[in-house]
């Protein structure tokens, strides 16, 4: 007598009404849903369902308003004591708290037009189906009704279910990355966050995209704004390799390179207090900066002038890029703690992690790991009450005392450090 096989039982679909449950226990949401008792057509919608559905804590609120989405924001923000900013053009409003933060986006149920490739769209209402239908990817279409009275309460575009629980990113029409080629850059950021790959017709989709210029038609303040979403990805290596791989990457900039060990390495290496995002970036623009041609640190900074990166991102960036091929070959060189010190004046340390990643690498990571922490107990003003004249004299003694505590040639209290800046200490 045979053995009865164990049936396989599937596991049970996730459940879109999951998102407005965890509501009640979020300050935003419990407005929402003392709103919705006496307001039909609200819907949570987007990556908020989307995010529940995968056991995720959504990072924010989405609410498409089948009415009027000033009115709906306002009763929000007299609820959370919070300020509403409004966006008419685009028929959206968000709920903005004391501390800055987007408490809640909210949006008319919309269509959208495109008068060409790349330009912003134009909207205008349309029925809660066309604007789940005018969205980016199947899995951001999940909506659901706040009310729980509402027939067809959790609505979606085709396949959003079954994409959703295979990870598979689908754009919902053949000219979606044309009519907003950003998406070729939320395709590799969402694909990065939730580990969903493209499905083979999307991939082709954006290949073909990028190869027809489809970026070039996009300003370069939304190209940036998406850009700098992307970098400050938790997996925003990961989105990299798809950006470089669908041919995005290099539409972007051509001389832009992607290696994925050495941002890897270059991240392992960066302190705490250093920016991930921003060392990504100098790690991309290596390339760039070596290239042949004028001044290709200006080139630099000009392209990322057109991304509008603040200009003290771009000083960062262009800093660090530059500061790398010096310090390959240089850092191991450094004998000394002080030796270290001198070499990496001026480089950001997103700089030097990447030369630690590309060269040595001990060398790199004692300098931001140790020894950069190092300071003085004494002060400028300890060396004019001394009678050291006013002026750059002070900073020389005092980095000739700094880098005898470095070496170790001196104590760490006050007295040796100001014996050395005053010429009485080790030479």
Known sequence: M????TPVVAPAPPDPLLAVQ????????????????DTPGLWLVGGTVRDVMLGRSPRELDVIVEGDVGEAAAAIAAALGATVVAHPSFLTAQVVDAGGRVAVDLATARREHY????????????????????????VNTFAVALRHDVPDRVRSAPHALADLAEGRLRVLHD???MDDPTRLLRLARYGARLAFDPDEHTRLLAGRAVAEGALDTVTGARLGAELRLLLTEGEAVDALGELSRIGALAALHPRLRFERALSASALALLPRDGRRDLLLLAALALALTLSAGEDPPAELRAWLARLEFPAADRDRVVAAAVAVPRLVPELDTAARPSRLRALVAGAPIEGVAIAGALGPRIPAYEWMWKWRHVRLQITGDDLLAAGVPAGPEVGRRLAVALDQRLDGEIGEDRESELAAALGDGPT
């Open 2 to 5: 045979g053995i009865e096989p």
């Open 115 to 138: 008068s060409r490739p790349g330009a912003l769209p134009e909207v205008s209402p349309a029925p809660l189906q066309d604007d789940l239908l005018r969205r980016d990817f199947s």
């Open 22 to 37: 965890q509501l009640a226990g979020h300050e935003a949401g419990r407005a929402l849903l003392a709103l919705a008792e």
């Open 175 to 177: 000219g979606s990355f």
